[in-house]
Structures are given as C-alpha cells and as structure tokens.
C-alpha cells in the first residue's frame, strides 16, 4: 500500500547575497510560520528544474530575475511536513518588492540569527555561521 504522506515535496530556498548580505523575507501571518523569516523560494513544480523554479517563484514572490544558481548548499527536511528545502545560491538583479511576503531586507549571517527564522531556515543560518560560509 502506498502512503502518500511519505512522499516528499522538493522546495527551493533561494540564497541572494549582496554585499555580505542576505536576502530573506518575512512570512504572511495567516501562511505556514508566520510572521517568521525564510530565504524565498517555493515549491518545484512536476518535472520543475531547481532553476526553472528558482526564476518562478523569485520573480512572482520578488519581482527579481533569477540569472544563475549555484550547487546546493544545505538540505533540510521541514518539521511536521514532506518538505524537503533545498538551501542553494542565487544570483538575482533586480530589487526586491515584497508582492507575497510582509516584509523583505537583507542581513549578514551572524544578524540572521537574531531573527525569528522558520525551523528550516533557522538550521541552514546556523551551518552558515558554524561554517563561516559567508
């Protein structure tokens, strides 16, 4: 018998740096870890590239255009789902404008830990900081 909760769901997590600094966003209240922050990303769709999905869901979440993405950095499943986030590195222009977030800014890594992170997020700025991968 198959069960569909075992299944897991690829995310992609962008990680946009600019001038030592990282891009994350502030989750809606009424959505999944609210009001925390996370590196923007999303869902792959079926038969989705890690890149296809990057240029998606930056541009609808951020209006930023997605020019290349690096390996994978970090992976995480999320607490209490079949998310499987996948950290990996993002070169993005553009300015970020909040059009599905509540709030958008840019940290170093040692600030991001002074954030409210989603468990996810919160695991990945921790291996930045123990790795100095920054």
């Not at 999944?32 to 240029?55: D, I, V, Y």
Request: charged share 30%; proline share 6%; net charge negative.
């Amino acid at each position: 018998m198959d069960d569909a909760s075992a299944v897991k769901i690829d995310v992609i997590a962008a990680v946009v740096r600019r001038d030592g600094k990282f891009l994350v966003c502030k989750r809606p209240p009424e959505k999944r870890h609210g009001n925390l922050w996370e590196f923007p990303g999303g869902k792959l769709e079926t038969g989705e590239s890690f890149l296809s999905a990057a240029q998606r869901e930056l541009h609808e979440e951020l209006n930023l255009t997605v020019k290349e993405i690096g390996e994978i950095r970090f992976k995480s499943i999320d607490p209490g789902s079949n998310f499987v986030i996948n950290f990996l590195d993002v070169v993005a222009e553009g300015e970020p404008s909040p059009l599905e977030h509540s709030s958008v800014d840019w940290f170093a890594a040692d600030e991001l830990l002074e954030l409210p992170l989603a468990p996810s997020d919160r695991q990945f700025a921790e291996f930045l900081v123990r790795e100095k991968l920054y």
